[in-house]
């Protein structure tokens, strides 16, 4: 812990302002830090960094050991593992010291073996794209496309080094290295080449920062010259390009959080006209997968975890779809992938994923045989397909993970099932999965409902009530939380740190419904429900009652800061990053980005008063409350355009004017990174050195600073 004498916090200047809506007057005197360009505030972020790295300068070495146990067990200098695509094997590489992948190929021959991936550099490698060249002296470096032409002649690759997901797009030839095209500035995410690599598709951005045009522009030519393809002036609408995997079409997707639509164009006829496949319809959701001679759809016209439907391959309305395969009970189709040989369905079932082999049956009425579903080992896991360009494979990559078990890549034969592992992540530093639990326990919520709750620890440690632990959650955008393995969260469990995952209502871990009853005006569901799983760490013994911290991420930092108004007793330490906590303000604004498309999840507190007092009631920045909170850390970056610096600034200035902490034992800090965008600082070392620099702070909360063995990792 600190030392007695502590500096003193920076105090945010206030300016008067008042709100008014609905009748009612509300004073905001931090409202001025919407001006992101305003000196006073640039001064007030790093004043704040200042004081965070002085509040926790006794940290510094636990911090150097938390990087230096991530970096001892990753192995540096790795290999993805190579992918097929016509004469080439693609792969990913990362090298000791590197911040970034390369992206590399290597001749592939008909008939010829999987490259090892363990292998050095093979004859004949060719660098598609090298991070490292291209991030130069950039402190940050992001990519926001990276899509080969069919013909593997041209690459087209789209780069932000702000971190304000702002891409400038370059063509380039593979082989000679020669730039074709860098004339496409400020664009938004993905871009896709036409069939022969003479056009590039790509998107642009409205004044809200929204994806609302498709232009097509001609590879070396004046962008004075591209033609707009598609302009979406619905503001709740969001636009992106895609190819399909027989690179035989284009397809433009259109949507909403409930709303989709999908237009097609042959890859091959870039100049020709596009086509929808089924006019929007309010509330209905699709997605298309061409299958050769045909479209498969998912879509939620009829059950609302969606069913799988097939259409012919030149459909224009939803009327064409013919029932494929219905979900069951308890599942929730998310998307398909079609191959010659079968169909795979990703599903949701039980609260986990899975998927679904449909045989390709020619035979039959619907062109495919019985369903298998792949098998999965872990009862607690995520499966997903990996990397699978070609539909002519008769085996597909398939990825699997759990709290404990490494990423794993496997090739799952279409015909047979049968299975060969391809990789495993490597992980250094005398890792034993053998030494780590994970566990689903349930917990009823404040309203009966039943939440599941991830649980993982090390081997050991007993429900004795005496141990800390971390409760992180998230629940929004019918995202979900699912198992994943993190070297860095070895660190935590290493140290007796009892780490649970709380799946809330919002995301999307047990179907639409899940979603449904966490969003709107249900969204207080998701506060309860954390608040439940927390009692239940206690309760359970899981965790001891002043050993338990709060962790959370963008919608998942709204999260922590409307739970920490609840029930600020039931933590020691909190960390809200990127937290949308002034989230009323913020959805107030419909000139601001995202804001227009978010009515439909949170929704619109201009027109609608009930929604304005449901917002006004739950976001954090409106309801800090005159008590003892936790120790807060609150981290952004300046270059964040979802949510802006602006949110956990104001935030923090009024929990500073309003708690009654001892700052000497449960500090409120604001750490904001200069050089970054939402997802915090890019490069893997810079990325650990940032998470070091944060768990070393909930760490010294939880009085967990030393390791359970006593001893150090080392590579």
Not at 69 to 94: F, H, M, N, Q
Not at 552 to 558: K, P
Not at 576 to 604: H, R, Y
Request: one cysteine or more.
């Amino acid at each position: 812990m600190p030392s007695p004498s502590l500096p003193t916090p920076p105090t945010a200047p206030r300016r008067p302002h008042v709100r008014e809506q609905h009748g009612e007057r509300v004073e905001d005197p931090y409202w001025w830090m919407r001006d992101l360009e305003d000196p006073e505030l640039l001064a007030h972020l790093e004043a704040e960094n200042a004081y965070s790295e002085a509040r926790t300068e006794h940290l510094a070495a636990l911090r150097t050991t938390l990087f230096g146990e991530i970096k001892a067990r990753v192995k540096e200098d790795d290999l993805s593992v190579p992918v097929a695509s016509g004469p080439w094997w693609y792969l990913s590489r990362t090298a000791e010291g590197k911040q970034y992948a390369s992206h590399v190929r290597v001749p592939r021959a008909v008939g010829d073996p999987r490259p090892d991936p363990e292998a050095a550099a093979a004859p004949g490698e060719q660098v598609v794209l090298d991070g490292n060249v291209e991030a130069g002296d950039s402190e940050f470096f992001s990519l926001g496309a990276l899509t080969v032409s069919a013909d593997h002649r041209l690459v087209a690759f789209a780069v932000d080094t702000a971190g304000d997901e702002r891409f400038d797009l370059t063509v380039r030839d593979i082989a000679t290295g020669e730039v074709l095209d860098t004339s496409l500035t400020g664009i938004g995410y993905g871009c896709e080449l036409s069939r022969d690599g003479s056009f590039v598709f790509y998107t642009r951005v409205d004044d809200a920062w929204r994806p609302h045009q498709l232009w097509r522009h001609r590879v070396g030519g004046d962008p004075a010259q591209d033609v707009l393809v598609h302009q979406e002036d619905d503001e709740r609408f969001w636009m992106g390009v895609s190819g399909s995997r027989d690179e035989r079409w284009l397809l433009l997707g259109l949507g909403s959080k409930t709303t989709s639509e999908v237009w097609m164009l042959p890859s091959d006829d870039p100049e020709g006209e596009w086509r929808v496949v089924a006019p929007r319809r309010d509330g209905i959701e699709y997605d298309v997968e061409p299958a050769g001679d045909r479209l498969l759809v998912v879509h939620n016209t009829d059950t609302p975890d969606s069913d799988l439907a097939w259409a012919p391959l030149e459909a224009t309305s939803h009327e064409q779809w013919v029932p494929l395969l219905a979900s069951g009970d308890g599942e929730r189709f998310v998307g398909v992938d079609a191959f010659d040989a079968a169909t795979v369905l990703s599903l949701r079932t039980g609260g986990l994923t899975a998927l679904r082999v449909l045989p390709r049956d020619v035979s039959s009425v619907s062109g495919h045989g019985t369903p298998w579903d792949v098998s999965v080992d872990q009862p607690v896991h995520s499966i997903g397909l990996g990397d699978n360009p070609e539909p002519d494979q008769t085996a597909v990559q398939v990825v699997v993970e759990s709290w404990t078990t490494p990423r794993t890549v496997l090739d799952v034969d279409l015909a047979t099932g049968g299975r060969t592992e391809l990789k495993r992540q490597p992980v250094l530093g005398g890792f034993d999965a053998a030494d780590y639990v994970e566990s689903r326990e349930w917990v009823e919520a404040a309203d009966g409902a039943s939440v599941p709750v991830s649980v993982v620890r090390r081997r050991g440690v007993e429900p004795d009530g005496t141990n800390p632990g971390l409760l992180v959650a998230y629940g929004a955008y019918e995202i979900s939380s699912d198992p994943y393995f993190s070297v860095a969260r070895l660190g935590l469990l290493d140290r007796g740190v009892v780490v649970a995952v709380a799946h809330v209502r919002g995301g999307g871990e047990m179907g639409r419904r899940w979603y449904d009853d966490g969003k709107l005006l249900a969204k207080p569901n998701t506060f309860s429900d954390t608040v439940s799983a927390a009692d239940h760490l206690v309760s359970s013994g899981w965790v001891a009652p002043d050993r338990l911290g709060l962790e959370g991420g963008s919608a998942g930092g709204l999260l922590v800061g409307a739970v920490l108004n609840l029930a600020p007793g039931r933590f020691r330490v909190a960390h809200a990053a990127v937290p949308f906590v002034d989230a009323l303000n913020t959805i107030l604004q419909p000139e601001l980005p995202l804001t227009v498309g978010e009515w439909e999840e949170w929704g619109n507190p201009i027109e609608d008063a009930a929604v304005y007092a449901a917002m006004r009631a739950y976001t954090p920045y409106e309801n800090v409350r005159a008590v003892e909170y936790p120790a807060v850390l609150a981290s952004s970056s300046l270059h964040d355009t979802r949510v802006y610096v602006t949110e956990p600034a104001k935030w923090v200035a009024r929990l500073r004017e309003t708690v009654t902490n001892d700052p000497a034992t449960r500090p409120v800090l604001l750490r904001t990174e200069m050089s970054a965008g939402h997802g915090g600082r890019s490069g893997r070392y810079a990325a650990w050195e940032q998470l070091a620099w944060e768990w070393a702070f909930v760490l010294d909360q939880l009085g967990a600073t030393e390791r359970l063995d006593g001893a150090a990792v080392t590579g």
